[in-house]
């Protein structure tokens, strides 16, 4: 089916819907300066419809004479209005009692937020999809306390980690993201990296940091999202059980609502540039030694950047002309319409977007239709679609990448000056250092993925006091990639990628099959038992069934040049990998309220994981969470204080082990089969047989206020979680016939502060100025290990370590640093020259001190002006392709050379250093004096940077009353990451060079970089 016959299909069932519906109209205002209130909820008392006010405050919903609407919306009171069959004009007065808002917690169940004894954050759509990125988590970033987002580069389809609160397991390949919730039902979010990598000829650590892997998540359209919620500690997301141990994203997505058809269209263009660039050297040539450098045959050698002074040669800034400006087209078709027994909610969009690297690109197309049917006043269906189809030509990244080749290239070549006559790749170092233009167009990763997202949601009302609620959904992709390296021409051909020399060119094709399937059922009593109390029990169940099938073939040393096929290669290679997992999960839910402002909720669920032994795979945790609103029973001068609550929650949440880990297991042996003879060996990793579950005891507690009638308020909230028996791979001894033994080992504490502030600075007839603050710290601490085992590995670099170790934090990193004398003055020796200690030691964190934003929305008339301002204190990162640069004499560091200097320090005597060295390209390069200390790699990435600023104009209802289709219209102009301030001497350091879901942090260099987005949106609502 096309997209045209889609959208047909979307139209008519609107027209239909339409037709069956008696409409009333009208408009919501507000009392004290009769200005429209966009996004007001009208609801049907009689029906429990619903629909939203447009911009200029108007509404029509599916209803008749004598039934009772109720209006709401957030900082108003409530109205209900009863249909006299005219238009209505509905007024709502300012100061809504604080904290009766509605929020959406666990399986998709709606709560007042007050009545919450843990702490969550809401983001509205409107917050999510003012910057017109294509992931909804970049729309995140800034806007919830206690969220770290970091993005693995400005590749189209690049991923981001998310982690909340810190993280909470040990091991390297275990998960610390968020369990992602889409309208009650799981979705995933994993980034799988494969393997792109030839069997052998690179230096690369792993398939991770190759092509920034998309993590799933990015495939929800923002458009189609309501809001968010963000559910940090383990109080709010234990009855999620093994799957939202790391914390969890609940999204809720649009609905129809009754009443003629509304289309809302929204389209957005945006041009990508790098953010920032190194600042290199303008005074020296290619060449070595200040020289030119030349072969015995005579031909020149170029290779480093440490030759003669400039004269007349041309002079190129490769680090940033190298990239190009990107460019994003957004469009959106979104449509809803309904009647008092059936409503629907469609979409339509399609995202098209080039990158900076000159041939990426991704395209991405999403469907969804969304309906709801009540079949009776007891029963409703709601059942959801959506299907994702996208495409996308990554980059590659990581060693021997596009950075990697960059890095080397000296600036009096021009990089984009790529191709011979013959097609062949141009470089001015044969055999040395690859074109990053050519690495760019022609080693790269072609992706397909198709995905298909569903549930379907029944609700039964019993009685008035009693609900049963099922759902089952679907989550299934199929994702195809094919990594093309060329290969050689003939042999000794010098224009060959170096990542190709070695093995003649490689093609490597993978197919991925995921398919994920949840159901929930739970059944909830709600129960007044006098004027006071009041309670309510939830029961239920969840079931997860899961599947990953994965097959690799690779094909290298292709035998005719330019066709690339695995039918043309030499050597085959192939792989298959099929992963189950099974979870069966059981839970209950008891709230107790007093009055209506001290609530006490018990939880408690238990799991049983297929990936744990049968002796441990049954386990139960508890939680237990308190709300006291003393402001409703105590109130305190109420003219001062409107509002105030304390929360209280202690509670346990798992987390099981990676498929295949609960006993000894068999793998295909090399060079088998044998003829006809299969062969299989013992697998190397040996697994405790009775290895049990991690557990993780949070503490939590918080306190919110409200003063001056809403005008300011605050929630702060402190917290202490500790997580046990941590499942790691440690190393044994190879007489045992094994490498890695998988078992509980070691905790990890985590340790927090989370504030946010929102005052209304203005609020009259004119003007309306809100601003909002988000600050949070978290500390981090690694309790214990294993006995023997001294420290767990996150990336092993040469130069700069990220472990842990007993007594350390998540985020350490070590490497060697400059000799000091016993006063911390540096240590010269007999050269003249600094030594490096060859002893690794702990030289900073990755993660940040603190994080905070301050946000700022002001309205006056129809303009509206927001920004967000972003800051990160602290938080060290070292830049690999940095340290190429120095060693290659590209960057500014190294232009002070061929003259000579006194190094500032003291001799082994603790004398004063007085002997004068000659600084050349031999001080830049040594590992020893120079290239390899810490002090100089290791960088502190702390930033101040705008992350937005946008303004927009909602067209006045009476310019667009005239053109009668018309309901509503925005335009829009925003800046993301505009402005950026940082002692860091490199590319955006907010990136990583390793995908998304990694667990190794403080590295970069070798990814694409971030980027500067210029945005200018159109909204049409019809």
Request: hydrophobic share 35%; aromatic share 10%; glycine share 10%.
């Amino acid at each position: 089916m096309t997209k045209k016959h889609f959208l047909l299909l979307f139209l008519l069932l609107g027209a239909c819907a339409s037709a069956l519906a008696q409409l009333t109209t009208g408009r919501v205002v507000t009392e004290t300066d009769n200005k429209p209130l966009s996004g007001a909820t009208v609801e049907n008392k009689a029906t429990g419809f619903k629909t939203q006010t447009q911009p200029d405050g108007s509404f029509s919903i599916s209803a008749v004479k004598g039934q009772t609407l109720t209006i709401t919306f957030i900082g108003y009171r409530s109205e209900d209005v009863r249909v006299t069959g005219t238009p209505l004009v509905i007024l709502l007065s300012v100061a809504a009692k604080a904290g009766d808002e509605v929020v959406v917690t666990a399986f998709g169940v709606k709560k007042q937020k007050k009545s919450l004894g843990f702490a969550s954050q809401e983001v509205s759509s409107k917050d999510l999809t003012r910057e017109r990125s294509t992931s909804f988590v970049n729309g995140l970033q800034g806007k919830v306390a206690g969220l770290t987002i970091n993005q693995s580069g400005g590749t189209p389809g690049a991923g981001a980690s998310i982690i909340l609160r810190g993280i909470k397991s040990l091991d390297p390949n275990s998960n610390n993201q968020p369990l992602i919730i889409l309208d009650g039902l799981p979705i995933n979010n994993n980034s799988f990296a494969g393997s792109v990598l030839p069997s052998a000829g690179s230096n690369s650590a792993g398939s991770s940091e190759q092509f920034s892997a998309t993590n799933r998540a990015m495939d929800i359209n923002p458009d189609d999202i309501e809001s968010i919620s963000v559910l940090k500690g383990a109080s709010a997301t234990a009855l999620y059980g093994l799957e939202g141990a790391n914390g969890v994203i609940v999204i809720t997505t649009k609905k129809g609502a009754p009443g003629k058809l509304l289309l809302n269209l929204n389209a957005s263009y945006a041009w990508d540039n790098v953010t920032v660039y190194p600042e290199i050297q303008r005074t020296y040539r290619e060449g070595f030694n200040g020289r030119l450098r030349f072969n015995a045959d005579g031909s020149p050698l170029r290779f480093q950047t440490y030759g003669p002074p400039v004269t007349n040669e041309p002079f190129y800034n490769n680090q940033k002309d190298f990239f190009e400006t990107g460019f994003r087209a957004n469009h959106s078709l979104g449509l809803s319409s309904g009647n008092d027994h059936f409503t629907f909610y469609g979409s339509l969009s399609s995202i098209s977007h080039k990158g900076i690297v000159p041939g990426s690109k991704l395209d991405r197309y999403t469907f969804r239709i969304n309906p709801t049917v009540k079949l009776t006043d007891k029963i409703t269906i709601t059942a959801a679609a959506t299907f994702i189809s996208s495409e996308s030509v990554k980059p590659s990244s990581g060693d021997k990448g596009v950075m990697s080749a960059l890095s080397f290239h000296t600036p009096t070549f021009d990089v984009n000056d790529y191709l011979n006559a013959d097609g062949s790749m141009k470089v001015y170092s044969p055999g040395i250092i690859d074109n990053p233009r050519y690495v760019g167009i022609y080693s790269t990763l072609k992706e397909k993925n198709f995905r298909t997202l569903g549930n379907i949601n029944f609700s039964y009302a019993i009685k008035p006091w009693l609900k049963l609620d099922y759902r089952v959904g679907g989550d299934f992709y199929g994702e195809n990639r094919t990594r093309i390296v060329p290969g050689p021409r003939f042999p000794g051909d010098p224009t060959v990628l170096d990542i190709a020399a070695g093995q003649g060119g490689y093609i490597n094709i993978e197919r991925i099959t995921y398919k994920d399937v949840n159901s929930n059922l739970f059944i909830t009593l709600n129960k007044k038992f006098s004027k006071d109390w009041d309670g309510s029990l939830m029961l239920g169940n969840a079931v997860q069934s899961t599947s990953t099938d994965y097959t690799l073939n690779r094909g290298e040393k292709f035998a005719v040049p330019f066709f690339y096929d695995i039918s043309n290669t030499a050597n085959l290679f192939s792989n298959a990998q099929l992963t189950r997992r099974g979870l069966v999960g059981a839970f209950a839910d008891i709230r107790l309220a007093y009055k209506n402002a001290i609530f006490v909720n018990i939880t408690g669920r238990n799991d049983w994981s297929s990936t744990l032994p049968e002796n441990n795979r049954s386990f139960f945790y508890p939680g237990i969470n308190l709300s006291y609103v003393f402001t409703d029973l105590h109130p305190i001068a109420p003219s001062v204080i409107s509002y105030g609550k304390l929360r209280l929650s202690a509670s346990q949440v798992g987390k099981d082990a990676q498929p295949y880990k609960n006993g000894p297991y068999f793998n295909a042996a090399a060079g088998f089969p044998f003829g006809a003879i299969p062969g299989f060996v013992l697998d190397r990793e040996l697994n405790d047989p009775n290895l049990k579950p991690e557990r993780t005891t949070a503490y939590e507690a918080g306190l919110e206020m409200k003063f001056f009638k809403d005008r300011f308020g605050f929630d702060a909230t402190v917290y202490a979680q500790r997580s046990d028996d941590q499942i790691i791979r440690v190393p044994v001894s190879v007489p045992s016939g094994f490498d890695i033994y998988t078992t509980n080992a070691g905790s990890i504490t985590n340790t927090g502060v989370e504030l946010s502030m929102n005052a209304v600075v203005v609020r009259n007839s004119r003007v309306k100025w809100n601003a909002l603050l988000n600050w949070s710290t978290n500390d981090s601490k690694v309790n214990s290990i294993k006995e023997g085992i001294q420290e767990v590995v996150f990336y092993g670099g040469e130069r700069i370590v990220n472990k842990l170790v007993a007594g350390g934090s998540a985020g350490d990193l070590y490497g060697r640093k400059f000799k000091r004398y016993t006063n911390g003055q540096l240590l010269i020796n007999a050269n003249g020259l600094p030594e490096i200690d060859q002893t690794f030691v702990k030289v900073g964190n990755a993660f940040a001190d603190w994080i905070g934003s301050i946000g700022s929305d002001v309205t006056w008339r129809n303009i509206t002006l927001s920004a967000l301002l972003e800051y990160k204190q602290g938080g060290d990162v070292y830049d690999v392709s940095m340290r190429n640069s120095i060693r290659n004499g590209i960057l500014k560091t190294t232009e002070n050379r061929y003259r000579e200097i006194t190094f500032n320090g003291v001799k082994a005597d603790g004398s004063a250093n007085t002997t004068k060295v000659f600084l050349d390209d031999a001080f830049y390069r040594s590992e020893n004096n120079f290239n390899g200390a810490a002090e100089v790699l290791l960088q502190d990435a702390s930033w101040l940077r705008l992350r937005n600023v946008t303004l927009s104009y909602a067209f006045a209802g009476k310019w667009l009353a005239r053109t009668r289709v018309i309901r509503g219209a925005n335009v829009s102009a925003s800046l993301n990451n505009l402005l950026l301030w940082t002692p860091f001497k490199g590319f955006d350091p907010e990136s990583t060079s390793f995908g998304s879901g990694s667990n190794a942090f403080g590295f970069m260099g070798f990814n694409i970089p971030n980027t500067t987005n210029y945005v200018l949106s159109l909204n049409i609502n019809l």
